[in-house]
T-cell receptor, first 116, second 112 residues
């Protein structure tokens, strides 16, 4: 496929469980972002990967959140000991290398996480 | 603090009518502004991008304007269609930053 893909599309879990969300970026895109979209809120930046550079983790809300990107391609966002407030849509986006310019981010369809 | 405010929060119009969505920002220094369309259950898709020197840009029935002096942008939709029902998100990027600032979006519903 030519676009960004994410899996699963929906995830329902119980409070306290760990979850892993996957993102497959567009081939050749070196930049990858994770965002969280809560109901009625704007997209909240979580983490940014650029090539082999150290990721910018400044948006991660707590140490229960972590992400990795293997081989500069697929990325996994892990949430440990999930809480009800973690319920949201998690969006992944990729782009060519960006340094603040007019580079477009291409978004995946998102993973809707529901924590019971 | 960089902020993007959008209005109205929601809008209902009849098919065929025009509408205008507003975006005010305090992002500095300004680099560019994008309007995204997000259909329910999908990721946002870029409609237009505006840079500092651009005042107006069209993409089919969508026309975006930018006033860099007042830090305002608008998205005008002409002859609305049912498929225009979506959330429209204004996104502003500061110069030298790779993290854009997102507005909360305007939810547009087009009724037949």
């Amino acid at each position: 496929g030519a676009g960004v893909s994410q899996s699963p599309s929906n995830k329902v879990t119980e409070k306290g469980k760990d979850v892993e969300l996957r993102c497959d970026p567009i081939s050749g895109h070196t930049a990858l972002y994770w965002y969280r979209q809560s109901l009625g809120q704007g997209l909240e930046f979580l983490i940014y990967f650029q090539g082999n550079s150290a990721p910018d983790k400044s948006g991660l809300p707590s140490d229960r959140f972590s992400a990795e990107r293997t081989g500069g391609s697929v990325s996994t966002l892990t949430i440990q000991r999930t809480q009800q407030e973690d319920s949201a849509v998690y969006l992944c986006a990729s782009s060519f290398r960006t340094s603040g310019g007019a580079v477009e981010q291409f978004f995946g369809p998102g993973t809707r996480l529901t924590v019971l | 603090k960089n902020q993007v405010e959008q209005s109205p929060q929601s809008l209902i119009i009849l098919e065929g009518k025009n509408c205008t969505l507003q975006c005010n920002y305090t992002v500095s220094p300004f680099s560019n502004l994008r309007w995204y369309k997000q259909d329910t259950g999908r990721g946002p898709v870029s409609l237009t991008i505006m840079t500092f020197s651009e005042n107006t840009k069209s993409n089919g029935r969508y026309t975006a304007t930018l006033d860099a002096d007042t830090k305002q942008s608008s998205l005008h939709i002409t002859a609305s269609q049912l498929s225009d029902s979506a959330s429209y998100i204004c996104v502003v990027r500061a110069g030298g930053s790779y993290i854009p600032t997102f507005g909360r979006g305007t939810s547009l519903i087009v009724h037949p």
